[in-house]
């Protein structure tokens, strides 16, 4: 079993002595706003990969910067460790925990210093307050209900130094993401409480885009200062526009943040707690693990949008050895020893295969997965339609279910064919006088009837409670 810790750099992989970009995937929508690589390539992640038992965190630091100098002197060009950890947890400076008590302090010391009309100290303590939410880990409840008062002061803020078009985007940010904005009427005046109001009803307005978030535990979910809902594994929400970042809480636990940017498209969301109890952020990104190493680092890649991995092993005076992952053309694992002297490459002077696959290892279990859909602008499931109401799947059609409403659809059509030929048979038989074989007929026909009475019925209340159970508003 090996235990392996990870810290993410980036650059552009050497073929022969050429440097050669590979362009092996489209990133997924969201994580390019996120990643922020300003129409710059880079498509290969160098990564330090260690027992932390044999390596310290300071020293994968230094193995990594070594292998990153290495392909710099070459003429690559290497991307930071924030804009690694934008694409992975939506932020460039992620922490773990807060002290809760200073924060409070912050909120305190801003309102003693707006008594004292120094407006930008006052905005400056409350940005630090919501700053410190926007990095966090773990968005408990205190972190949140700190992080928006501070939001909703910076917005009467604005307002009460005259920027009143700034206050109007700040309240709103407000409502879209944290749903509430508690407005104390005793200290703020009533123009305050109808800015708020206004900047809530705009928002009300605004185009709503389907969030699907699949997830492989039960919990509850947030998107930013949102509480979206519990889970049992798939949770359906429509939000505004803008960028969130997701949590899932199952009880004993919290999974990774995860950036989802919402234009006009649907999104689907897949949170794997299991890769993300092995992704830790101390001084450095670190991931452990053994035997789903090769499908880690395959999820990395997609993750950043790179074709291949390299992930520093361990070192010791003369040597470094790395794990190298190439994505193309099918996913391979070398084994590369690289020569050091004084913590700096100097070149490759072993390379080997040690592991490869015909088949990727699929997103299905990584960390993030965001599919776009295209021209897609409405709710996937309203809570109830009229449509609901059509027989022969018209509810099921409604709610893009289409192969359960082409079942409605040919069973209701069917039993619609076998009454009118027992009726007509019917008809015939009492036109001869055929009694006995008319009253065996008319039996079948009265089944028929029943059976396609009753399948309509099931029809509409199954689209109902679909409606019912599957569709999810972001709370007001």
Avoid at 76 to 89: F, P, Q
């Amino acid at each position: 079993m090996i235990s392996l810790s990870v810290t993410i750099i980036t650059f552009k992989v050497l073929i022969g002595s050429a440097s050669v970009p590979y362009n092996v995937m489209p990133a997924p929508a969201g994580l390019v706003a996120a990643v922020n690589y300003k129409n710059k390539q880079y498509d290969t992640a160098i990564i330090a990969l260690d027992d932390p038992q044999q390596n310290s965190a300071k020293m994968l630091v230094t193995l990594g910067r070594a292998l990153r100098d290495y392909y710099e002197k070459q003429g690559d060009r290497v991307l930071d460790d924030r804009d690694a950890y934008l694409a992975l947890l939506g932020t460039a400076n992620p922490k773990a925990s807060f002290d809760i008590a200073k924060l409070k302090k912050l909120l305190a010391d801003a309102e003693q210093r707006e008594a004292y009309f120094d407006d930008k100290a006052a905005e400056t303590l409350r940005q630090q307050v919501l700053d410190a939410f926007n990095s966090t880990m773990h968005p408990d409840v205190e972190l949140r209900e700190i992080a928006v008062a501070a939001a909703r002061d910076l917005a009467i803020g604005s307002y009460s130094q005259g920027k009143k078009e700034k206050a109007a985007l700040r309240a709103r940010e407000v409502w879209r993401r944290f749903g509430h904005a508690p407005i104390d009427q005793r200290r703020h005046s009533p123009d305050i409480q109808r800015i708020f109001d206004e900047q809530q009803r705009l928002l009300k307005q605004q185009e709503r885009v389907l969030l699907s978030i699949t997830s492989n535990l039960p919990g509850t979910l947030y998107a930013d200062g949102l509480v979206l809902g519990r889970t049992d594994g798939l949770l359906a929400v429509s939000l505004p526009v803008g960028d969130y970042r997701v949590w899932l809480d199952y009880g004993s636990g919290w999974s990774l943040p995860h950036p989802v940017q919402l234009k006009d498209q649907r999104v689907e969301l897949t949170i794997n707690t299991e890769f993300d109890k092995r992704i830790s952020v101390n001084d450095i990104l670190t991931v452990q693990c053994d035997e789903t190493c090769f499908n880690d680092l395959t999820v990395i890649a997609q993750l950043l949008n790179v074709a291949n991995v390299i992930a520093v092993q361990q070192a010791n005076d003369k040597q470094v050895q790395a794990l190298s992952y190439f994505v193309k053309p099918t996913p391979t694992l070398h084994k590369v020893d690289y020569a050091l002297k004084n913590n700096t490459v100097e070149r490759i002077i072993d390379d080997k295969i040690i592991a490869t696959s015909v088949k990727a290892a699929s997103l299905d279990n990584a960390a993030l997965k965001l599919i776009p859909v295209p021209n897609y602008r409405e709710t996937l499931v309203p809570r109830f339609s009229p449509l609901y109401l059509i027989p022969f799947g018209g509810g099921q059609f409604a709610q893009d279910r289409n192969v359960v409403g082409g079942i409605y659809l040919t069973l209701q059509t069917g039993l619609i064919a076998w009454y009118a030929v027992e009726r007509y048979n019917f008809n015939q038989a009492n036109k001869h006088n055929e009694l006995i074989r008319g009253e065996s007929i008319r039996k079948r026909a009265n089944l028929a009837l029943g059976a396609l009475t009753a399948a309509m019925v099931a029809n509409v209340i199954e689209a109902i409670i679909v409606g019912q159970i599957y569709h999810h508003e972001a709370p007001e």
